[in-house]
C-alpha cells in the first residue's frame, strides 16, 4: 500500500487538473487591493486516520484574536510559499521543518484583512515534537481529516459582525468551531483533494 505522502500527492495532483470543481471563493477575490501574502501549513499527521494540526490565537493578538488557525503568516522577501509554511509553523508550533513533506498548494483565499492566504499541505510525523510559541499560540490540537472534510460537517452558521448578522462556513467538533478563512480553506481541500470516505485508505 503507498504511503499517506503517496496517495496525497495523486489525489492532489487529480483535484488541480480538474476545472469543475465547486470551489468557495470569498468576496475579496476579485476586488482590487494590494494584498499582502501569507502561507498557512495543512500539516496532515501520518497516522492510519490522519489529522490536521490546528491552533488557538491567543486572545492579546490585534488580529484574529481567540480564532482557531492553521500555523502561517506573512511570505518574507525572498522565501516561496512552502518555505513561508514551514518556517511558521516551526516559529509557531516548534515543527522541525526537516519533518514536514511538502505535497503541493491549495486554494488561494483573499481576506478583508487584506492577505492573500495560500494553504500549503504537507505531512508530518504522527508523533512530531509540539512546542507552542505562547506569544503565538493560545492553545493547539489535532482534529480528524475524515470529520473536517466530510460535507456534512460543512455548515454556514450565522455570527454577528459590524452590526450585520452573516452566514458564515463553519465546521463544529468536539466543542471547537473553526469558521471563517480556516473552515473554508479546508472545505476546498477536502474538494480539491476529492474527499469521501475510505478515499485514504
Not at 481576506?111 to 504537507?122: F, K, R
Request: proline share 7%.
Amino acid at each position: 500500500m503507498a504511503d499517506l505522502y503517496e496517495r496525497l500527492a495523486r489525489m492532489h495532483a487529480a483535484g488541480h487538473a480538474r476545472r469543475d470543481l465547486d470551489i468557495i471563493f470569498s468576496p475579496w477575490d476579485l476586488a482590487d487591493g494590494d494584498y499582502r501574502a501569507s502561507a498557512v501549513l495543512a500539516a496532515i499527521t501520518d497516522r492510519p486516520e490522519p489529522g490536521i494540526l490546528l491552533l488557538y490565537r491567543p486572545d492579546t493578538m490585534r488580529l484574529h484574536a481567540g480564532h482557531i488557525a492553521m500555523p502561517g503568516g506573512k511570505v518574507d522577501p525572498g522565501e516561496t510559499l512552502e518555505q513561508a509554511a514551514v518556517r511558521e509553523a516551526h516559529e509557531e508550533l516548534g515543527i522541525d521543518p526537516s519533518a514536514v513533506r511538502v505535497v503541493g498548494r491549495g486554494d488561494i483565499l483573499r481576506t478583508g484583512t487584506m492577505y492573500e492566504m495560500n494553504p500549503v499541505i504537507a505531512v508530518v510525523p504522527k508523533d512530531v515534537a509540539i512546542t507552542p510559541n505562547p506569544a503565538e499560540v493560545a492553545q493547539w490540537f489535532e482534529a480528524p481529516l475524515a470529520h473536517l472534510f466530510d460535507p456534512a460537517n460543512h455548515v454556514q452558521d450565522p455570527y454577528e459582525i459590524g452590526g450585520g448578522t452573516y452566514r458564515i462556513w463553519t465546521i463544529h467538533w468536539n466543542g471547537h468551531r473553526i469558521w471563517g478563512a480556516t473552515a473554508v480553506i479546508l472545505i476546498n481541500l477536502g474538494r480539491r483533494l476529492g474527499w469521501t470516505a475510505g478515499a485514504l485508505a
